[in-house]
T-cell receptor, first 111, second 116 residues
């Protein structure tokens, strides 16, 4: 099975940088995803890591260390619209390639 | 990116009735779709994996006779909540894996079900 941990809540200031951590213990691994979810809406894809290292995409970056079972999502130049829940999800190695989601980190960006 | 359409977005039904939720992949074929349930301020809990042309695979604790899944074509999966009860009220979301790497999951808009 999969066990995924991430902080429940974080608060940051507009224009700042915030790092959201995710640790996981898995029986199989085929990639780690970060999704953003605004209240009452479906999640939207942010980033994907399958190899160790940093993936950068605009204001968002994601890092993975498979040996440590650790990932983080880095958000730069925070904007008010970045206030949302950020979900860390691990894909297993089975044929169905299911995603198991962490509980999500509710980020609040303050002016 | 790929588009997954889920319908309806909101539904209110009476206890004891059944509700059908549709999930369609609009511009790609999805042999596998996933159905999730989400309670307020909680994460997505996988209910079942829907396989085109075969029976769905349900997660432990999910009643297959209550949550009927039909994946009749490569672009459509349906979830029917049968004999709904107030405790079935929740946010239901479907997803389908994209057909190009990294094959990320694309989500439908979600369905807010309220059983009164």
């Amino acid at each position: 099975g999969q066990n995924i941990d991430q902080p429940t809540e974080m608060t940051a200031t507009e224009g700042a940088i915030v790092q959201i951590n995710c640790t996981y213990q898995t029986s199989g691994f085929n990639g780690l995803f970060w999704y953003q979810q605004h209240a009452g809406e479906a999640p939207t894809f942010l980033s994907y890591n399958v190899l160790d290292g940093l993936e950068e995409k605009g204001r968002f970056s994601s890092f993975l260390s498979r040996s440590k079972g650790y990932s983080y999502l880095l958000l730069k130049e925070l904007q008010m619209k970045d206030s949302a829940s950020y979900l860390c999800a691990v894909r297993d190695g089975g044929s169905a390639r299911q995603l198991t989601f962490g509980s999500g980190t509710q980020l609040t960006v303050l002016p | 990116g790929a588009v997954v359409s889920q319908h309806p977005s909101r539904v209110i039904c009476k206890s004891g009735t059944s509700v059908k939720i549709e999930c369609r992949s609009l511009d790609f074929q999805a042999t596998t779709m996933f159905w999730y349930r989400q309670f307020p301020k909680q994460s997505l809990m996988l209910m079942a994996t829907s396989n085109e042309g075969s029976k769905a695979t349900y997660e432990q604790g999910v009643e297959k006779d209550k949550f009927l899944i039909n994946h009749a074509s490569l672009t459509l999966s349906t979830l029917t909540v049968t004999s709904a009860h107030p405790e079935d009220s929740s946010f239901y979301i479907c997803s389908a894996r994209g057909d190009t790497p990294p094959n990320e999951a694309f989500f439908g808009q979600g369905t807010r079900l309220t059983v009164v």
